[in-house]
């Protein structure tokens, strides 16, 4: 059986609810967490076998004791096609609000980005597949389960799938803190790739040349950066207040 482990309380229940394939559900033996019903219920209703184990087999199993007493083993996450993906939004009549990560390569960052980004109602997350962190399980973990309620596509190429979307409509913000235009200066209407870089470098030259318009987070402390994590969550709420998106 060819799968991988998700594990913690919100990632499993997220997997059981959305339509990976899943095999396997272990349960802590002597787990006392009242949302663990519900992961049961969803398992049974699926038809997913459960099994209980003692709490140092979930650590070994999951090779990290943050499993919140239930792990569950599941099909590999499977990526969205950007193709596709836009073509979906443009469907719905929907002017697209993207996220696009060019080479983030912590996890824990890449699933609070995508946390933030599936709460800020984005359409959708764009990754390369190259230099930069995939959706693993320590991300869906990260992520709270957000990994499926929101599609994430996988690139080749960043710079020329950025030239897509412009060709499409899409206008690309891109975050840099040495940027002369404020976050807070632009409106974000119609169709809006939010991109943020890498945690050490930013974005990569090539890639900022797609950018329409650079963008900086202004900054009042002695501090002279944010974490890429929480520049982008600022960014998409604040893209997601100035387009209107219900909370």
């Not at 991988?4 to 272990?26: D, H, I, M, S, T």
């Not at 993207?98 to 959708?124: F, K, M, S, Y």
């Not at 060709?167 to 040495?178: F, N, P």
């Not at 402390?221 to 600022?234: D, E, M, R, T, Y």
Request: a negative charge; glycine letters at 12%; hydrophobic letters at 40%.
């Amino acid at each position: 059986m060819k799968g991988e482990l998700v594990f913690g309380v919100n990632p499993v229940k997220e997997a059981l609810r959305g339509a990976r394939g899943a095999f396997e559900l272990y349960v802590q033996s002597s787990a006392t967490d009242h949302r663990l019903e519900k992961i049961l219920k969803l398992a049974e209703e699926r038809g997913v076998p459960i099994h209980r184990r003692e709490r140092d087999d979930l650590t070994k199993l999951c090779a990290s004791s943050h499993h919140q007493g239930v792990a569950l083993m599941v099909e590999p996450f499977r990526y969205a096609d950007l193709d596709d993906l836009v073509a979906r939004i443009d469907e719905a009549g929907r002017s697209g609000f993207l996220l696009v990560l060019d080479g983030i390569q912590d996890p824990h960052n890449l699933g609070a980005l995508i946390r933030t980004a599936a709460c800020a109602g984005c359409d959708g997350i764009i990754i390369p597949k190259d230099r930069a962190v995939g959706v693993t399980p320590t991300v869906e973990k990260a992520s709270a389960g957000a990994v499926e309620t929101i599609p994430v596509a996988q690139v080749t190429n960043v710079a020329q799938s950025l030239q897509v979307l412009k060709d499409g409509g899409y206008w690309v913000y891109g975050l840099a803190g040495e940027a002369g235009q404020s976050l807070y200066d632009v409106d974000f209407s119609g169709k809006v790739v939010l991109l943020v870089g890498n945690e050490g470098e930013g974005i990569r030259p090539l890639v900022r040349k797609q950018c329409d318009v650079v963008l900086s987070i202004p900054l009042y402390g002695g501090v002279s950066s944010l974490n890429a994590s929480v520049a982008g969550g600022i960014a998409l709420f604040e893209a997601a207040r100035r387009r209107g998106i219900p909370a």
